[in-house]
């Protein structure tokens, strides 16, 4: 915090994923981003259980309340560059992956997500709220399409 108020930037966008740790600091977050005019946004993800870090993912339970305050920061004007409509699919874990619009190519090596490789059935446990908003963009969802045109045009 101490150097978002030196900088001298006005385009800064909070990025952060909810875990164990720190999943009761939402509110704190988003009022941070409402009240400080260099930033424009802060966008969300839950974590996701890479090797050793599973004790850090949270709960169906605790998806959907951390989501209910998130909505309720929508609701407050908070600048959230997320999608409200994407919070169902991403509690009951129900969107399509792997996330075919992430191909990236990273050693020599293809691959569908740079920061998935060679981990199994990570995908069926994704926390990145962008996957669900995309995938269910790209797979025709009206509700997410508007929600999409909604928030975005918010930032042009
Ligand atoms: S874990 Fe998520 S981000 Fe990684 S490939 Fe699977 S769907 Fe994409």
Redesign the pocket.
Known sequence: MKNIKNTTSDNICFYMAINQINKNTIKDVCYEAKSNKKVRAVSFNFH?PYPNTSKLALSKTEKQHCCDVIAQMIDEKVPVFNLKNAFPYLIDQK?P???HQ?LVIENGKI???G??ID?PN???????F??AEY?LIFGGNRKMILDMLKTYLKYI
Do not use: K
């Open positions: 996701t969107f992956t792997p996330c992430c691959s569908i997500c920061r998935c981990v990570l995908c069926s446990q994704c926390g990145y962008f996957v995938t």
